[in-house]
């Protein structure tokens, strides 16, 4: 049944924007002291078609600064497990190598005597590999400023970082030639700094100079790196990157590994296709400074996985154009030519060139804990027409589910293209909390969008909140969007018969609704055409006894827009009003402008309906808001 063309109705519609807007008591969830419910700041600015942003920008702090000495505070969860390619612990060293470094000097010690040893002023090479020696920890500390370390080896060792800072001027400050376990353990109390040569020079010392060496950056190793200790390790890569090899990473609980800069990534890891294993933070503090063009904090060739810890990343630098892949290459907080996993730590990534992105994925993206904030501000970068690359929250080219923790996302780079979350796949919610904030659409997908649990909000300052290209369909949870007015609306889905709600709470405001939901869909839901509103007024939507649906406070001022709704409370045999200029007291939950429960009073009925259809609209798309 419709309702739109009662003459009440679309009169009281129009004196929404003049209605006082309700503010919930502070001392309520998700009042002004909540911080779940984000503030408003910056400047307003007009978006299409002459709307207003109100600068519903969000309040968490993105902030990454210099590195103040933070160090992890998560030692008490390194549990020591069996496996003895992870756990030191789980070996034996028979031999012990002791480096010490003193200025233009090094005096080296070891009780090995199959363990061949060599040094040039204060560059120190040792051999292990000749006579495949197994069972050893290399243990280096003192000063040089003019000093570097090459390791060779065929076994497994120890290297243990024990108060050492190194620089180096012909190469790496330490290239370990040895493509098996490389255990880095930083004692307790000790901090560990490492800086390479600006240009590397042929008179790097070589075991065999016949053979071409990778020197990849600052600490290199052809194996896999294993970080453990409660230590220090702070890395400048001046050449290329800061922290980089050709094996697996993995980081356990206690450890702190600083990037202060580096001319290109500053952890640049290549993975272990045997182990199955690209980078595997199990916890620890990574804080990674990278201004270079195109430059990652963290960049595998297969999967990255965080169990826990903290990462604070960020990169500043603008996207530029590769010739050798013939396209754009943008700076990324994470980048991994694999899938991403995130089940727990709190991570914080920024990055403000152009064309930056906070997680990009070439497969899919996992999110199952944590808390994870991602930021970037940088517009568009335009190599050529065809060739762009354009800010991005999370990117990519698989799927992205999240069952559990936080995503926090703010893109506000002022260009098309600039999305809090783009898949190129599917999107599948069920659990935890998403909020996205973007200059573009909020969350873009080309195949499908799925909620079945767990809190979305998707707000866009110039489009749509939420664009599916193919299918979307809210089965539980709660989503709340917001589109920018005119053609943009809270929710674009190309096709109704794609569009289903069968459960859940969902809220949408914009200019426009592009489709409304298919006939086939479980769950009511109405759709309120010219509807003209404030920032921060509430609506209420009222049973038969008053009491409280759903009730949304507006995000922004829009003259003619649409509100649609849908909510489990919906009965095909009630009757409904909808109430603006109350107040609303004693709710029992919220997220970010949508209230659930509580006691509603004072309001003014601007609109009533019996939602006999599954789709019930008040008003008409094309029909502007009267005005009083």
């Given at each position: ?71 992890a ?8 497990g ?60 003192g ?27 012909k190469g ?51 194996g ?9 390790l ?40 045997n ?19 195109a ?9 990255v ?13 603008d996207?530029?154009?590769e ?24 991570h ?9 992105k ?21 517009d ?19 799927n ?43 969350i873009?997908?080309?195949i ?7 809190k ?16 979307l ?15 943009e ?35 009511r ?6 509807i ?17 649906v ?49 006691t ?29």
């Amino acid at each position: 049944m419709k309702f739109g063309k009662l003459y009440k109705c679309l009169l009281l519609a129009g004196l929404l924007v003049g209605v006082t807007a309700c503010t919930p008591p502070s001392d309520e969830p998700g009042g002004d002291d909540t911080p779940e419910q984000p503030s408003t700041g910056g400047d307003d600015s007009t978006g299409n078609d002459g709307t207003v942003d109100d600068g519903d920008a969000p309040s968490f702090d993105t902030t990454i600064a210099d590195w103040n000495g933070e160090m992890a505070d998560d030692a008490d969860k390194d549990v020591v497990g069996s496996d003895s390619d992870i756990y030191y612990e789980r070996n034996s060293f028979t031999s012990l190598v002791t480096v010490t470094y003193n200025g233009s000097t090094a005096q080296v010690e070891s009780s090995n005597s199959k363990i061949r040893c060599h040094t040039s002023g204060a560059y120190v090479t040792i051999d292990m590999q000749t006579n495949a020696v197994s069972k050893v920890e290399v243990v280096v500390r003192g000063e040089s400023d003019n000093g570097g370390l090459k390791i060779y080896g065929e076994k497994k060792f120890k290297l243990t970082l024990d108060g050492v800072n190194l620089t180096s001027q012909k190469g790496s400050a330490i290239n370990v030639q040895c493509k098996k376990n490389i255990f880095v353990h930083l004692p307790e109390g000790t901090t560990n700094y490492l800086t390479d040569a600006v240009t590397y020079s042929d008179d790097d010392y070589y075991l065999d100079s016949s053979i071409v060496e990778d020197r990849k950056g600052c600490f290199f190793a052809e194996g896999d790196f294993v970080f453990s200790g409660k230590g220090v390790l702070l890395v400048a890569g001046k050449n290329k990157h800061g922290v980089v090899n050709d094996g697996y990473f993995w980081m356990r609980p206690g450890v702190t590994l600083v990037v202060t800069e580096t001319a290109k990534n500053a952890i640049h890891v290549k993975g272990s296709a045997n182990d199955e294993i690209g980078v595997y933070i199990a916890g620890g503090l990574i804080y990674a400074n990278v201004a270079s063009p195109a430059g990652k904090a963290i960049k595998c060739d297969m999967d990255v996985e965080i169990e826990g810890g903290k990462l604070m990343l960020n990169t500043s630098g603008d996207a530029i154009y590769e010739a050798e892949q013939f396209d754009t290459s943008s700076a990324a907080g994470i980048k991994a030519d694999g899938s991403i996993y995130i089940s727990g730590g709190t991570h914080t990534m920024k990055s403000t060139g152009l064309g930056g992105k906070g997680m990009n994925a070439e497969s899919e993206i996992k999110i199952s804990g944590g808390e994870t904030t991602i930021t970037t501000t940088g517009d568009k970068y335009v190599y050529s027409a065809n060739l762009t690359s354009s800010s991005k929250g999370v990117k990519s080219t698989g799927n992205i589910t999240m069952s559990n923790g936080k995503l926090n996302i703010a893109v506000s780079g002022k260009s098309d293209g600039s999305e809090g979350l783009e898949s190129d796949g599917s999107v599948n919610v069920r659990g935890g909390e998403m909020y996205v904030y973007a200059y573009d659409n909020g969350i873009n997908v080309d195949i499908s969008l799925s909620v079945s649990g767990g809190k979305v909000y998707a707000y866009s300052s110039n489009s749509d909140g939420i664009d599916s290209n193919g299918q979307l369909v809210v089965s539980g949870g709660v989503v709340v969007a917001s589109g920018s007015g005119g053609s943009e609306g809270g929710i674009d889905v190309d096709n109704g018969n794609n569009f289903k709600i069968n459960g859940g709470t969902v809220v949408a405001c914009g200019g426009s609704l592009q489709s409304a939901p298919s006939s086939s869909s479980a769950q009511r839901s109405v759709a309120y055409y010219g509807i003209s509103y404030a920032k921060n007024q509430q609506v209420a939507v009222l049973d038969e006894s008053a009491n409280p649906v759903l009730a949304f406070e507006f995000p922004r001022t829009i003259q003619n827009g649409t509100l649609f709704f849908s909510s489990p409370a919906i009965a095909a045999d009630g009757t409904y009003t909808i109430e603006t200029g109350g107040t609303l007291t004693d709710y029992t939950d919220s997220w970010n402008g949508w209230y659930g429960g509580g006691t509603w009073s004072g309001g003014e009925q601007i609109a009533l309906f019996q939602p006999t259809d599954v789709v019930t609209t008040i008003g008409e798309p094309s029909m502007s808001a009267p005005v009083w």
